[in-house]
């Protein structure tokens, strides 16, 4: 409660909200990729979005196989708004993937 205005505020942490607050971000997570799917691909599939500044595919460091999974960094946050927007749940390389912006750490 405020001291000075008497009123108390309950913040809660929905996944919206959360969403919402990572809002300002201009790296995606990308899971879900087909095993083959490799970062010519994925550069070429989300610079129709913005200007692609670094993609990366992570792959198992013994066998040098794909995870399934990947980043995708653009050049300002209103680009990767637009592709998440319109890529999150969409086919790539025949599997859907899902998108979501980029944990810090």
Do not use: W
Not at 92 to 100: A, P
Request: glycine share 10%; hydrophobic share 40%.
């Amino acid at each position: 409660m405020s001291a000075a205005t008497g009123v108390s505020r309950i913040v809660r942490a929905t996944p919206f909200r959360m969403v919402s607050v990572r809002g300002s971000c201009s790296k995606l997570f990308l899971g879900g990729l087909c095993y083959d799917t490799n970062e010519p691909v994925l550069k070429d599939a989300f610079q129709k979005y913005g200007e692609v500044i670094e993609v990366k595919v992570i792959c198992d460091h013994v066998s040098g196989k794909s995870k399934g999974y990947g980043f995708v960094r653009f050049h300002s946050e209103e680009a990767a708004a637009k592709a998440l927007a319109s890529m999150n749940n969409q086919l790539l390389d025949g599997r859907n993937i899902r998108l979501e912006y980029a944990r810090k750490g």
